[in-house]
T-cell receptor, first 110, second 114 residues
Framework: GESVGLHLPTLSVQEGDNSIINCAYS??????FIWYKQESGKGPQFIID?????DKRQGQRVTVLLNKTVKHLSLQIAATQPGDSAVYFC?????????FGQGTELSVKP | EPEVTQTPSHQVTQMGQEVILRCVPI?????FYWYRQILGQKVEFLVS????????KSEIFDDQFSVERPDGSNFTLKIRSTKLEDSAMYFC????????????FGSGTQLSVL
């Protein structure tokens, strides 16, 4: 049969504002999570990772928050720039493989 | 900055033909992976490779697929008899000291099966 592409959730923000991208993961036993950025025509680019024994980790302009109680992960981008426009994927280490989420498309308006 | 390189960037093939997708992982990395992404869909795991053998594979990675590290630098994915549904972007990735952590991806090979 014909494949139907997923309709990605989208987030549109003004340049300079903060962005929050959310992700729900499936397996409470997952012990490692990672955020990737994918620009059109390119491979996923590592942004930041976090282990399940932490609930927050900060990088340069990015923060990842992990809420294990509700199996929720978020990526916060401070002072969003046009170059941040991309699709953002969360991924979890589950059963010996990295499982990617659906992705969120971030658009930054100048 | 070191990066994963993949060749070719685009590959067009006829159904039933064999294709080999090539990757050069980051030089000091120990774990190697292939993922694929069908247009508009999620990135899907195919296979992981460590110490010259497959450590994990998905249900997608059937007998038509194989991987090889023929020398100290290359990592290849072979599809023996391509099908229309194999059309996708194929990404190679590598990581250093821990499996499935901090993977670095190449730019991908767009495979089109006609």
């Amino acid at each position: 049969g014909e494949s139907v592409g997923l309709h990605l959730p989208t987030l549109s923000v003004q340049e300079g504002d903060n962005s929050i991208i959310n992700c729900a993961y499936s397996n409470s036993a997952s012990d490692y999570f990672i955020w990737y950025k994918q620009e059109s025509g390119k491979g996923p680019q590592f942004i930041i990772d976090i282990r399940s024994n932490m609930d927050k980790r900060q990088g340069q302009r990015v923060t990842v928050l992990l809420n294990k109680t509700v199996k929720h992960l978020s990526l916060q981008i401070a002072a969003t720039q046009p170059g941040d426009s991309a699709v953002y994927f969360c991924a979890e280490n589950q059963g010996g493989k990295l499982i990617f989420g659906q992705g969120t498309e971030l658009s930054v308006k100048p | 900055e070191p990066e994963v390189t993949q060749t070719p960037s685009h590959q067009v093939t006829q159904m039933g033909q064999e294709v080999i997708l090539r990757c050069v992982p980051i030089s000091n990395h120990l774990y190697f992976y292939w993922y694929r992404q069908i247009l508009g869909q999620k990135v899907e795991f195919l296979v992981s490779f460590y110490n010259n053998e497959i450590s994990e594979k998905s249900e997608i990675f059937d007998d038509q697929f194989s991987v090889e590290r023929p020398d100290g630098s290359n990592f290849t994915l072979k599809i023996r008899s391509t099908k229309l549904e194999d059309s996708a972007m194929y990404f190679c990735a590598s990581s250093d000291h821990r499996q499935n952590e901090k993977l670095f991806f190449g730019s991908g090979t767009q495979l089109s099966v006609l």
